[in-house]
């Protein structure tokens, strides 16, 4: 079973930048997709940001132009660097693999964004 965990969240100011990172407890391989998703209470979680280990990345409308997602194979990582953020992003990001073996999630990490 691999686990995820994430780090980097916190709060920031609106305009700020922070950068999530998300490390699997072993190697995930190629042939998967990581990404970032993100949840605001009573709503459903919404996808943010993927990427394959090819490199190809995927965002949602919302965070295109202001969040870069990028991965580090030999190291398991996957990073979610954010910029301009906005009240509006504030939420708990999750990391998720989907992997040929599975899906695996994070436990979570808060980004709050002050006004």
């Known amino acids: 079973q691999v686990q995820l965990v994430e780090s980097g969240g916190g709060l920031v100011q609106a305009g700020g930048s922070m950068r999530l990172s998300c490390g699997a407890s072993?190697?995930?391989?190629?042939?998967?997709?990581m990404g970032w998703y993100r949840q605001v209470a009573g709503k459903e979680r919404e996808l943010a940001a993927t990427?394959?280990?090819?490199?190809?990345?995927k965002y949602d409308d919302s965070v295109k132009g202001r969040f870069t997602i990028s991965r580090d194979i030999a190291k398991n990582t996957v990073y979610l660097q954010m910029n301009n953020l906005k009240p509006e992003d504030t939420a708990i990001y999750y990391c998720y693999v989907n992997a040929p073996w599975g899906i695996a999630w994070g436990q979570g990490t808060q980004v709050t964004v002050s006004s």
């Open positions: 072993r190697r995930i391989g190629t042939g998967n997709v």
């Open positions: 990427i394959t280990t090819g490199g190809s990345t």
